[in-house]
């Protein structure tokens, strides 16, 4: 059985850091793809970021809103994927979601591209 568990959101100041965790078991990070969606209140479920599987390159790729202040990575001895979110900003409030999706997926920026999913966990930035 494949599960995904965030961990990692709070509440902090505008310009502050974030690292958020997904532990994965039941599958192997470095062989899927996985990503970090998002969903602020009353807002769709957006794309974050991806790291894509080792056959597919291990490629990253990132919302143009995040691109340069945020970071995926992934650790496959502690099968877990990572999002290091720097420079925050109050926008970037939302419920944060782990996923993990098809090895060589081309649908890694949509909700669709992947079949499992963690429970989310909350960031709050603050002004």
């Known amino acids: 059985q494949v599960q995904l568990v965030e961990s990692g959101g709070g509440l902090v100041q505008a310009g502050d850091s974030l690292r958020l965790s997904c532990a994965v078991s039941?599958?192997?990070?470095?062989?899927?793809?996985m990503g970090w969606f998002r969903q602020a209140p009353g807002k769709e479920r957006e794309f974050v970021a991806a790291?894509?599987?080792?056959?597919?390159?291990?490629?990253?790729y990132y919302a143009d809103s995040v691109k340069g202040r945020f970071t995926i990575s992934r650790d496959n001895a502690k099968s877990t994927v990572y999002l290091q979110m720097n420079s925050l900003k109050p926008e970037d409030t939302a419920i944060y979601y782990c996923?993990?999706?098809?090895?060589?997926?081309?649908?890694?920026?949509?909700?669709?591209?992947?079949?499992?999913w963690g429970q989310g966990t909350q960031v709050t930035v603050s002004s």
């Open positions: 039941g599958r192997t990070v470095s062989n899927y793809f």
């Open positions: 790291i894509s599987s080792r056959i597919a390159g291990s490629s990253t």
């Open positions: 996923a993990s999706g098809p090895p060589l997926s081309g649908r890694y920026r949509i909700g669709l591209g992947y079949d499992y």
